[in-house]
């Protein structure tokens, strides 16, 4: 029998303590002997841009609004283009000896995503790969990682990390992102998302029941952060390097 999931129950936090955390989980399951899959949401307190992993050039435009204090500037562990984190849902999955092919990787690891939507009347499928702007922003364009809209629209965007056999996936889920800071960072207007008809808790009890039945298997283990899990995140967040005005 496998081991369930572990559910961590969501936290708002900085972009630095978001990633260190999601690092951690995923240092924790290569390290184990023997290693749970684990599944967070969360959401980020004020704006904040996390910027891929080798993502290095950044517009002028991003760095004076993080230098006026409107937004904060992070790196991701993952991969990708830049996402702004406001009016939005993030999820993060670690999982150990996943599908070794990038794209069935995901296509497992999303169905719990579209099952959530098409419950809701709003259906997802994946993007085509099509090219967007090079406005540097994760939406500007739909990938085969991607979950659209029929009319196009980029409701999520995923990512991933794989580090010694295990994989951290990454999803940013837009609810309501601010249209005026995302003209400011990326020149063009947020997608054109359909309302949803629920709020954010209700989607949050929903997105855990259908994790539930396509990613765990069975009820998820709820089991927030340990006092050793709590001491050794705020290490990682007091030494995790900043986001200079180069980008380096």
Known sequence: ?????????PLAGSGPFQMALDELLLDQ????????????????SGPWLSLGYHQRHLPAAWLALAGQGQLGLVRRPSGGRAVLHAGSLTYALIQPNPARDRRQAYRHHCRWLQRTFAELGLPLSFGTGQAGGDSGSCFARSSAADLVHGNGAKRIGSAQLWRRGVLLQHGSL???PPPELWWQLFQEP????????????ALGVRLRRAAEIDL????LQERPLDRQEWAE????V??????FPDGI
Do not use: F, N
């Not at 995140?233 to 990682?236: I, M, N, S």
């Open 216 to 219: 765990g298997g069975g009820p």
């Open 1 to 9: 029998m496998s081991t369930p999931w572990r559910w961590i129950p």
């Open 233 to 236: 995140l705020h290490r990682r």
């Open 174 to 176: 837009l609810i309501d």
């Open 238 to 243: 007091a030494s995790q390097p900043k986001v």
């Open 29 to 44: 399951a290569v390290a184990a002997r023997v290693p749970q899959a684990c599944l967070r949401l969360y959401s980020w």
């Open 190 to 201: 947020p997608p054109e998302l359909p309302l949803l008809p629920e709020g954010t808790a």
